[in-house]
């Protein structure tokens, strides 16, 4: 471990002191246009703020500075009658030019004598309250994250800290099903290699990072145009490809090694392709993280854009991800898996999004995708003799056929009104296989024979009315309607929010509304009784303050309560939340009585790059909690309690930069193993008696980074070095059963991970 730590510091210290590059040139280009209606906008100015220099845009909105030295600069757009913005982090490289678009919004009321702000956090104030966005580069440079998206959403309040072999997004108290991921409007149900079924978790990202333009997190009380989730939306917004000239990048880090290729089709059409693949199971054994059984992976993304004109654009999208797991019993023993066998999985959305600026008021965006996920898995038990008999067979097909249409229509200054309509068409194939075996409680569970080819369809409806009365007041009005023909439910989500504004740099704000989702096929297809269960509902309660200390800093903090309904519960597991379980077990009938509360209190201090300094601290106390079919209420499974997060970064010169990661939170729950019957089964059996009553150890660990950049006459070099939990705290992951010592063991995350990377641009 020393000899580890010491190879690391001295690799950060040879990346910090290795000698700047002679200036070089870029060039920055973009567009803007109006937030709400997407129309571009002329005669903005663009301003480079610590070069002074600035242009117009014409009247497409475009503008273009160029022969800007390399570096990191601030950009400013503002125009009369709007919300100046202020884009912070845009870097500038040798030979390249840079695409930075700027979203201005229309000002309500603008009264003489009163002085309106610019705005650095701009995106956020699409919806009043529970929203973070982060642009391109604040994802790539966090410690802790390795450019995955769902890692850095790890900083905030409103997610949980459970285990950092995970990428699963537990937010204000909910479930890792409960979470939803649009890209250019077109939704992707998991953004995750090595995906959950059923749910948006896995342990490493799919998206390449270097696509995205910019990503808003809304952790509760969202928009109406959004239906069929619990907790949270995630908007991922792609950039196009460069129209102009041919660019290319070969990655090689911790996750795998690849490249982006990108450049003009047409003069009207672009093109973006990325391709990675891991290298893990080369290196697993020498930087000894705790496994032999690597796994391999690879994705390919891909964005075709193609512009009509300036208010006429259509863009083709497609993500793939394919996984593969294939450890034997000996590395499953030696890793305290439960199973070993084959896993093949194979996942992919293909979609294509029209958005059409119709005038300078009203706009629609209508996208067509599809989605298939493939799983070819075979296990079987860890910790048994081996009978070549499969104990889990799962060959599962899904497709789903999604269109979605989203309109907007401003009728005045202080009217506008967001409508329209999705729809999904589901074709599940199962042909999956249980065997006979004994659950937690050591009941015996009898095997599950699942040959079913489910065909079902999804119906949504919005509308959602903004009116702002004055200038200090703007509310919210939406209401939802869904039909899922699996059970012929229809539901209503009527949702409400508000911001007044105490004053130009002070705001409360409200939200409350109604969610529901419908239940996982797999979980539904079990058994014919389980086609009707009722769709789990929740109703969020949100108040917030905000307040914007400078004009890069700003301090909000919220308080929140849902209620939740209509869950599975299993009557032979009265004590148990099947949702928070692995629903791939089988339950042979079950109830949907089940009942959770989420409640807490969050405060987040976020500061912009701005001066060389940024940073993100947060606070959050919260309990989430669950009554089964019992009747009793227990702490929920992801319930840590508390939740500090520190995360910063300085930019001593433009091509330097260092940061850091610390979060300390609670211990989440956990049943303890019987011993008594533990010994007496062979296997891991729980204390019914003591469901969640007991937590394991807190949790804290610190990652730090440093990045190196070289601007060369006509290629860029970026280099990392990375440091996950940079101390070697022992976070206990979970307690097992070793039956060949008959003792209770513990297995731990990550102690100690050294990340190296580089990026190359050519």
């Not at 290699?193 to 948006?200: A, E, L, M, T």
């Not at 993304?301 to 300036?310: C, D, I, L, M, V």
């Amino acid at each position: 471990m020393k000899n580890k730590l010491i190879l690391i510091l001295g690799i950060i210290i040879m990346i910090s002191i290795l000698p700047a590059q002679e200036i070089k040139k870029g060039n920055l280009m973009g567009r803007v246009i109006d937030a709400e209606t997407s129309y571009p906008l002329s005669n903005v100015t663009v301003i480079v703020r610590e070069l002074g220099k600035g242009v117009y845009t014409n009247e497409k909105g475009q503008y273009k500075i160029m022969n800007l030295p390399v570096g990191n600069y601030t950009v400013v757009f503002q125009v009369i009658g709007t919300h100046p913005q202020l884009k912070s982090d845009v870097i500038i490289r040798s030979n390249r030019t840079t695409f930075v678009n700027g979203e201005l919004k229309r000002a309500a009321i603008q009264i003489e004598g009163i002085k309106v702000k610019t705005d650095y956090f701009a995106e956020t104030e699409k919806q009043t309250t529970s929203v973070v966005s982060f642009s391109n580069e604040e994802i790539r440079r966090a410690p802790g994250s390795a450019g995955d998206v769902s890692r850095i959403m790890m900083s905030l309040p409103s997610v949980a800290k459970v285990n950092d072999q995970s990428n699963n997004l537990i937010v204000r108290g909910g479930n890792p099903m409960e979470n939803s991921f649009y890209i250019d409007n077109i939704e992707i149900p998991n953004i995750n290699h090595f995906p959950h079924q059923g749910s948006s978790g896995g342990p490493i990202g799919i998206l390449n990072v270097d696509f995205i333009q910019d990503v808003t997190f809304n952790t509760g009380g969202f928009s109406a145009i959004y239906g069929d989730k619990l907790s949270s939306i995630m908007e991922i917004s792609f950039r196009d490809g460069n129209p102009n000239e041919f660019d290319g990048q070969i990655d090689f880090s911790w996750v795998g090694f690849g490249g982006i290729l990108e450049g003009p089709v047409t003069k009207k059409s672009s093109v973006m392709l990325a391709v990675k693949r891991s290298y893990l199971k080369y290196i697993v054994d020498a930087i000894d993280i705790g496994t032999s059984a690597a796994p391999e992976y690879g994705d390919i993304q891909a964005k075709f854009t193609y512009e009509f004109n300036p208010f006429h654009k259509l863009a083709i999208l497609a993500v793939f991800a394919d996984d593969h797991n294939s450890p034997d019993q000996e590395n499953a023993a030696d890793n305290y898996m439960s199973h070993y066998g084959n896993q093949d999985l194979y996942q992919g959305t293909y979609g294509l999004n029209w958005r059409a600026v119709w005038n300078e008021s009203a706009f629609s965006n209508t996208s067509l995708s599809v989605t298939s996920s493939q799983f070819d898995e075979d296990y079987y038990e860890t910790f048994k003799v081996p009978t070549g008999d499969t104990d889990i067979k799962n060959r599962t097909n899904e497709q789903e056929f999604k269109f979605r249409n989203v309109n907007f229509k401003r009728f005045s200054k202080k009217l506008n009104l967001d409508f329209g309509i999705d729809a999904k068409y589901l074709r599940h194939d199962y042909d999956n296989y249980l065997a006979e075996t004994t659950n937690a409680l050591g009941d015996t569970i009898p095997e599950l024979i699942m040959k079913e080819e489910i065909r079902a369809e999804k119906l949504g409806g919005f509308i959602s009315l903004n009116y702002d009365p004055s200038h200090k007041f703007s509310t919210t009005l939406g209401l939802r309607a869904d039909y899922f023909s699996m059970n012929e439910n229809v539901t209503i989500s009527p949702r409400f929010s508000f911001k007044y504004k105490l004053s130009e740099k002070t705001s409360l704000n409200g939200s409350m509304g109604v969610f529901y989702q419908n239940l996982p096929l797999l979980l539904l297809s079990q058994n014919e009784e389980n086609k009707d269960l009722k769709d789990p509902h929740s109703t969020h309660y949100i108040i917030g303050f905000e307040h914007l200390l400078t004009e890069d800093t700003r301090l909000v903090v919220e308080a929140y309560q849902k209620d939740y309904s209509n869950f599975p519960v299993d009557p032979n597991q009265p004590g148990f939340f099947v949702i928070d379980d692995n629903f791939f077990n089988y339950y042979e009938s079950l109830q949907d009585n089940g009942q959770a509360l989420s409640r807490g209190v969050e405060m987040i201090l976020q500061k912009k790059l701005a001066e060389r300094i940024y940073g993100l601290a947060s606070a959050t106390y919260f309990r989430s909690r669950y009554k089964s079919n019992d009747g009793i209420w227990r702490d929920r499974s992801y319930d840590n309690q508390f939740i500090v997060s520190i995360e910063g970064g300085y930019k001593p010169t433009a091509g330097l930069e260092m940061s850091m990661r610390w979060i300390y939170a609670g211990g989440v729950p956990y049943t303890p193993i019987d011993v008594q019957l533990s010994e007496e089964y062979h296997q891991a059996v729980l204390d019914e008696t003591r469901i969640n009553a007991e937590r394991y150890p807190d949790y804290h660990s610190l990652n730090v980074r440093m990045d190196k950049r070289f601007f060369f006459n006509k290629t860029n070099l970026v280099i990392y070095a990375s440091v996950w939990n940079a101390y070697a705290q022992k976070n206990v992951a979970e307690y097992y059963w070793n039956d060949t010592d008959q003792t209770i063991d513990e297995v731990y995350q990550w102690t100690f991970l050294p990340i190296l990377g580089v990026e190359y641009e050519f």
